[in-house]
Protein backbone atom coordinates (compact mmCIF):
# COMPACT_ATOMS: atom_id res chain seq x y z
CA UNK A 1 0.00 0.00 0.00
CA UNK A 2 3.02 2.72 0.69
CA UNK A 3 4.77 1.51 -2.13
CA UNK A 4 1.36 2.28 -4.65
CA UNK A 5 0.82 5.38 -2.30
CA UNK A 6 4.25 6.68 -2.99
CA UNK A 7 4.61 5.83 -6.79
CA UNK A 8 1.47 7.68 -7.31
CA UNK A 9 2.41 10.80 -5.24
CA UNK A 10 5.56 10.31 -7.40
CA UNK A 11 3.71 10.41 -10.57
CA UNK A 12 1.55 13.41 -9.54
CA UNK A 13 4.67 15.36 -8.80
CA UNK A 14 6.68 14.45 -12.23
CA UNK A 15 3.61 15.20 -13.77
CA UNK A 16 2.86 18.80 -11.83
CA UNK A 17 6.97 19.63 -12.60
CA UNK A 18 7.04 18.95 -16.19
CA UNK A 19 3.35 20.87 -16.82
CA UNK A 20 5.24 24.20 -15.17
CA UNK A 21 8.64 23.56 -17.14
CA UNK A 22 6.49 23.66 -20.69
CA UNK A 23 4.19 26.06 -19.40
CA UNK A 24 7.44 28.12 -18.62
CA UNK A 25 8.75 27.89 -22.23
CA UNK A 26 5.62 28.95 -24.28
CA UNK A 27 4.97 32.00 -22.31
CA UNK A 28 5.40 34.69 -24.74
CA UNK A 29 8.55 37.22 -23.29
CA UNK A 30 7.66 40.55 -23.71
CA UNK A 31 10.14 43.48 -23.05
CA UNK A 32 9.07 45.82 -20.85
CA UNK A 33 10.82 49.41 -21.30
CA UNK A 34 9.11 52.25 -19.17
CA UNK A 35 10.55 54.58 -21.98
CA UNK A 36 8.81 54.14 -25.48
CA UNK A 37 10.99 51.91 -27.85
CA UNK A 38 8.23 52.46 -31.05
CA UNK A 39 7.62 55.75 -32.27
CA UNK A 40 9.57 59.20 -32.14
CA UNK A 41 10.19 60.89 -29.14
CA UNK A 42 9.04 64.84 -29.34
CA UNK A 43 12.11 67.30 -29.56
CA UNK A 44 9.46 70.07 -27.86
CA UNK A 45 8.91 68.70 -24.17
CA UNK A 46 4.88 69.46 -24.39
CA UNK A 47 4.01 69.18 -27.55
CA UNK A 48 4.72 66.10 -30.09
CA UNK A 49 3.78 66.29 -34.22
CA UNK A 50 2.43 64.13 -37.08
CA UNK A 51 2.14 64.20 -40.63
CA UNK A 52 0.99 62.38 -43.60
CA UNK A 53 3.90 61.58 -45.97
CA UNK A 54 5.14 60.08 -48.84
CA UNK A 55 6.89 56.44 -47.97
CA UNK A 56 10.03 57.87 -48.73
CA UNK A 57 10.97 59.41 -46.12
CA UNK A 58 13.34 57.93 -43.49
CA UNK A 59 10.89 57.16 -41.35
CA UNK A 60 7.84 55.39 -43.29
CA UNK A 61 6.53 54.04 -39.84
CA UNK A 62 4.58 57.81 -39.46
CA UNK A 63 2.23 57.13 -42.61
CA UNK A 64 0.80 54.17 -44.22
CA UNK A 65 -1.41 54.50 -47.27
CA UNK A 66 -3.96 52.08 -47.84
CA UNK A 67 -5.25 52.75 -51.01
CA UNK A 68 -4.05 54.61 -54.11
CA UNK A 69 -7.69 55.62 -55.08
CA UNK A 70 -9.47 58.55 -54.04
CA UNK A 71 -9.03 62.47 -53.18
CA UNK A 72 -6.41 62.76 -50.11
CA UNK A 73 -4.18 65.19 -50.18
CA UNK A 74 -2.51 64.88 -46.66
CA UNK A 75 -3.36 65.13 -43.08
CA UNK A 76 -1.36 65.85 -40.12
CA UNK A 77 -1.89 65.39 -36.17
CA UNK A 78 -0.68 66.28 -32.85
CA UNK A 79 -0.80 65.74 -28.68
CA UNK A 80 -0.44 68.46 -26.63
CA UNK A 81 0.24 68.51 -22.76
CA UNK A 82 -2.65 71.58 -20.94
CA UNK A 83 -1.40 70.17 -17.78
CA UNK A 84 -0.18 67.20 -15.38
CA UNK A 85 -3.51 65.36 -16.13
CA UNK A 86 -4.62 66.28 -19.45
CA UNK A 87 -3.52 66.21 -22.99
CA UNK A 88 -5.13 67.98 -26.19
CA UNK A 89 -5.15 65.96 -29.33
CA UNK A 90 -5.40 67.69 -33.00
CA UNK A 91 -6.53 65.88 -36.00
CA UNK A 92 -6.74 67.39 -40.00
CA UNK A 93 -7.36 65.40 -43.24
CA UNK A 94 -6.90 67.92 -46.26
CA UNK A 95 -8.28 66.65 -49.38
CA UNK A 96 -7.60 67.91 -52.99
CA UNK A 97 -10.73 69.80 -53.91
CA UNK A 98 -14.16 69.23 -51.95
CA UNK A 99 -15.16 65.88 -52.16
CA UNK A 100 -18.29 63.79 -51.12
CA UNK A 101 -16.57 62.84 -47.22
CA UNK A 102 -14.09 63.47 -45.77
CA UNK A 103 -12.73 62.96 -41.55
CA UNK A 104 -10.87 61.04 -39.22
CA UNK A 105 -10.60 58.78 -36.51
CA UNK A 106 -8.23 60.11 -33.63
CA UNK A 107 -6.56 57.47 -30.90
CA UNK A 108 -5.48 59.01 -27.53
CA UNK A 109 -2.71 56.04 -27.02
CA UNK A 110 -0.31 55.74 -23.76
CA UNK A 111 2.98 53.14 -23.78
CA UNK A 112 1.95 49.99 -21.44
CA UNK A 113 5.78 49.40 -21.01
CA UNK A 114 5.80 47.35 -24.17
CA UNK A 115 3.43 49.02 -26.80
CA UNK A 116 1.19 51.47 -27.34
CA UNK A 117 -2.46 51.42 -26.07
CA UNK A 118 -5.67 52.97 -27.04
CA UNK A 119 -7.18 54.69 -24.36
CA UNK A 120 -9.86 56.65 -26.16
CA UNK A 121 -10.92 57.45 -29.83
CA UNK A 122 -12.88 60.30 -31.35
CA UNK A 123 -14.40 60.59 -34.72
CA UNK A 124 -14.95 63.55 -37.06
CA UNK A 125 -16.29 63.70 -40.52
CA UNK A 126 -17.79 66.29 -42.93
CA UNK A 127 -19.78 65.85 -46.30
CA UNK A 128 -19.01 67.96 -49.54
CA UNK A 129 -15.94 69.62 -47.87
CA UNK A 130 -11.98 69.76 -48.41
CA UNK A 131 -10.64 70.15 -45.17
CA UNK A 132 -11.50 68.98 -41.39
CA UNK A 133 -9.58 69.75 -38.15
CA UNK A 134 -10.72 69.78 -34.48
CA UNK A 135 -9.02 69.84 -31.06
CA UNK A 136 -10.23 67.27 -28.44
CA UNK A 137 -9.24 67.09 -25.06
CA UNK A 138 -8.74 63.68 -22.97
CA UNK A 139 -7.75 63.20 -19.01
CA UNK A 140 -4.53 61.11 -18.78
CA UNK A 141 -2.51 59.82 -15.55
CA UNK A 142 1.00 61.86 -14.66
CA UNK A 143 3.88 60.09 -15.37
CA UNK A 144 3.44 57.93 -18.28
CA UNK A 145 4.12 59.04 -22.25
CA UNK A 146 1.39 59.76 -25.04
CA UNK A 147 0.37 60.33 -28.57
CA UNK A 148 -1.63 60.37 -30.89
CA UNK A 149 -3.09 58.13 -34.10
CA UNK A 150 -4.76 59.40 -36.97
CA UNK A 151 -6.54 57.14 -39.12
CA UNK A 152 -7.14 59.79 -42.22
CA UNK A 153 -9.94 59.08 -45.01
CA UNK A 154 -11.43 60.62 -48.19
CA UNK A 155 -14.61 59.37 -49.81
CA UNK A 156 -15.14 60.97 -53.70
CA UNK A 157 -17.22 59.48 -56.28
CA UNK A 158 -16.94 55.95 -54.24
CA UNK A 159 -13.92 55.64 -53.67
CA UNK A 160 -12.07 56.04 -50.60
CA UNK A 161 -8.24 56.99 -49.80
CA UNK A 162 -6.86 56.12 -46.52
CA UNK A 163 -3.86 57.46 -44.34
CA UNK A 164 -2.40 56.97 -40.75
CA UNK A 165 -0.37 59.35 -39.16
CA UNK A 166 1.10 58.89 -35.68
CA UNK A 167 3.00 61.84 -33.61
CA UNK A 168 6.01 61.81 -31.47
CA UNK A 169 5.49 60.87 -28.03
CA UNK A 170 5.68 63.28 -24.67
CA UNK A 171 5.76 62.61 -21.16
CA UNK A 172 2.95 63.97 -19.20
CA UNK A 173 4.56 64.66 -15.91
Known sequence: MKK???LVLLVTLLSF???IVFAQQNEKKMTYSEK???GIQSKKPNVGEGFVAPDSLPTPNLFQLESTTGE????SCSIRKTSSTSVEG???TVATAKVDKLGYTLYFQVWSGSEWVNIDNVKNSANNAQVIFEYHNENVIT???YRVKV???VTDDGQTTTATSYSDYILVD
Not at 72 to 75: E, R, T, V
Request: charged fraction near 20%; proline fraction near 5%.
Open 72 to 75: LQGG
Open 36 to 38: PTI
Open 4 to 6: RFT
Open 17 to 19: SLS
Open 90 to 92: YGK
Open 143 to 145: GKY
Open 151 to 153: KHF
